[in-house]
C-alpha cells in the first residue's frame, strides 16, 4: 500500500473529508458487486483510522432518452444534484490522463490536507458529459482501453483503498 495519506497528514489538523462515488448504472450481483463491497470495507476499516468521514457510493440510473447527448446531459443534472458545498471532482472517463498508484494517493492526499470532500464520477456507456468533465479538478483513465463501468468502479474502490 502506499502511504502518500498517512504521510501528509498534518498533526492536529481535524480531517473528516468523505468520499463520495457516484455512478451512472447499478451493479447487479455478482463478483463485480461481491468484489466492489470487498475494497469498500477493507477502506472502510482503514478509513475511519486515518480521520475519512466515510466512503459512500451513489448508484445513478441510466438515461433513457433515444440521443446520446440527451441522455449525458440528464445523468449529469442527476449527478450533479449529489454535489456538497465545497468538493473536489475527479471524473473517470477514458480520455483523462494516466496515472499510477502512488500519483493517485497524492492527489488523494492533497485533497484531503485541503479539507476538500471528493467526488469521483463515474459515466455510463456514452461517457459523462463535456460540461461534467470541464468542471473537474482532476480527469482520469485506468489506462487506455475502454473498461466497463462496473469494471472501472471495482478498480476505483481498490486504488482508494490501496491509497489509505
Same mark, same amino acid.
Given at each position: 500500500?502506499?502511504?502518500?495519506?498517512?504521510?501528509?497528514?498534518?498533526? $492536529?489538523?481535524? #480531517?473528516?473529508?468523505?468520499?463520495?462515488? #457516484?455512478?451512472?448504472?447499478?451493479?447487479?450481483? @455478482?463478483?463485480?458487486?461481491?468484489?466492489?463491497?470487498?475494497? %469498500?470495507?477493507?477502506?472502510?476499516?482503514? /478509513?475511519?483510522?486515518?480521520?475519512?468521514?466515510? +466512503?459512500?457510493?451513489?448508484?445513478?440510473?441510466?438515461?433513457?432518452? %433515444?440521443? &446520446?447527448?440527451?441522455?449525458?446531459?440528464?445523468? =449529469? !443534472? =442527476?449527478?450533479? /444534484?449529489?454535489?456538497? $458545498?465545497?468538493?473536489?471532482?475527479? &471524473? +473517470?472517463?477514458?480520455?483523462?490522463?494516466?496515472?499510477?498508484?502512488? &500519483?493517485?494517493?497524492?492527489?488523494? @492526499? *492533497?485533497?484531503?490536507? =485541503? &479539507?476538500?470532500?471528493?467526488?469521483?464520477?463515474? /459515466? @455510463? !456507456?456514452? $461517457? +459523462?458529459?463535456?460540461? +461534467? *468533465?470541464?468542471?473537474?479538478?482532476?480527469?482520469?483513465?485506468? /489506462?487506455?482501453?475502454?473498461?466497463?463501468?462496473?469494471?472501472?468502479?471495482?478498480?476505483?474502490?481498490?486504488?482508494?483503498? *490501496? =491509497? !489509505?
Amino acid at each position: 500500500m502506499y502511504f502518500a495519506l498517512r504521510a501528509s497528514r498534518c498533526a $492536529g489538523k481535524k #480531517i473528516g473529508m468523505r468520499l463520495i462515488v #457516484i455512478a451512472v448504472g447499478r451493479l447487479k450481483q @455478482g463478483p463485480e458487486r461481491e468484489l466492489a463491497e470487498r475494497y %469498500r470495507e477493507r477502506f472502510d476499516d482503514i /478509513g475511519r483510522k486515518l480521520g475519512f468521514r466515510g +466512503l459512500e457510493i451513489h448508484e445513478i440510473p441510466e438515461s433513457r432518452a %433515444r440521443d &446520446a447527448a440527451t441522455r449525458m446531459a440528464e445523468e =449529469a !443534472a =442527476a449527478i450533479a /444534484g449529489f454535489f456538497p $458545498g465545497n468538493y473536489g471532482l475527479v &471524473a +473517470l472517463d477514458e480520455r483523462g490522463k494516466s496515472i499510477d498508484s502512488a &500519483a493517485f494517493a497524492q492527489h488523494l @492526499g *492533497r485533497f484531503r490536507d =485541503a &479539507a476538500t470532500d471528493v467526488i469521483f464520477v463515474i /459515466g @455510463g !456507456a456514452d $461517457g +459523462l458529459s463535456p460540461e +461534467l *468533465r470541464g468542471r473537474a479538478k482532476l480527469v482520469i483513465a485506468f /489506462g487506455a482501453a475502454t473498461w466497463p463501468h462496473q469494471m472501472v468502479r471495482v478498480m476505483l474502490l481498490e486504488q482508494i483503498y *490501496r =491509497a !489509505a
